[in-house]
């Protein structure tokens, strides 16, 4: 199984620019949520979804959409790009359990804004 | 409001000893705790996870105790070998789908 893929690797944009995330688990995980991590801090929740069309947000939702139109796919839109926005962004995807979960990541996209 | 904190943010250790990683929560009402290990370049990987109705969770020469009393999670890697050089993040489940994660701990270890 591939479990969850990020595409692109690595991405520079310029500021103002948009552009699409993608993220894709073949594991049926009905859970799927979007982190970013930057320097000396944690993973924090941009957006997650519970299942086909549904979707919410997270701690650090600003500047950003997603969508949740098939069970395996999780984009993540950057609508217009800032410096702000630089950072490393995994996407992971879990099975929706009553007590918490344990969460399978990809290997991130490292996205720079200039 | 709700954190994850770590004690420490790297650790030294040398091959073959026993490693002790530190985690003070603040969420009382978290009943789920992770850890994960994250090499370089890498996404975090599942470690080890324990419930809030245990106190005392073991792997694979991997332990994580949970002390609720004082908001306290350990995890402890036994005969700590290179390949365990990575960045250690412990997480808490508040309830419902959120996943709050701490700064993380790098760990080194000197052969």
């Known amino acids: 199984n591939a479990g969850v893929t990020q595409t692109p690797k690595f991405q520079v944009l310029k500021t103002g620019q948009s552009m699409t995330l993608q993220c894709a688990q073949d594991?049926?995980?009905?859970?799927m949520s979007w982190y970013r991590q930057d320097p000396g801090m944690g993973l924090r929740l941009i957006h997650y979804s519970v299942g086909a069309g549904i979707t919410d947000q997270g701690e650090v939702p600003n500047g950003y959409n997603v969508s949740r139109s098939t069970t395996e796919d999780f984009p993540l839109r950057l609508l217009s790009a800032a410096p702000s926005q630089t950072s490393v962004y995994f996407c992971?995807?879990?099975?929706?359990?009553?007590?918490?979960?344990?969460?399978?990541f990809g290997q991130g996209t490292r996205l720079t804004v200039v | 409001g709700e954190s994850v904190g770590l004690h420490l943010p790297t650790l030294s250790v040398q091959e073959g000893d026993n490693s002790i990683i530190n985690c003070a929560y603040s969420n009382s009402a978290s009943d789920y705790f992770i850890w994960y290990k994250q090499e370089s370049g890498k996404g975090p990987q599942f470690i080890i996870d324990i419930r809030s109705n245990m106190d005392k969770r073991q792997g694979q020469r991997v332990t994580v105790l949970l002390n609720k009393t004082v908001k306290h999670l350990s995890l402890q890697i036994a005969a700590t070998q290179p390949g365990d050089s990575a960045v250690y993040f412990c997480?808490?489940?508040?309830?419902?789908?959120?996943?709050?994660f701490g700064a993380g701990t790098r760990l080194f270890v000197k052969a």
């Open positions: 992971a995807s879990s099975l929706v359990r009553g007590l918490g979960t344990e969460a399978f």
């Open positions: 997480a808490e489940n508040p309830g419902g789908f959120k996943t709050i």
């Open positions: 594991m049926n995980h009905e859970y």
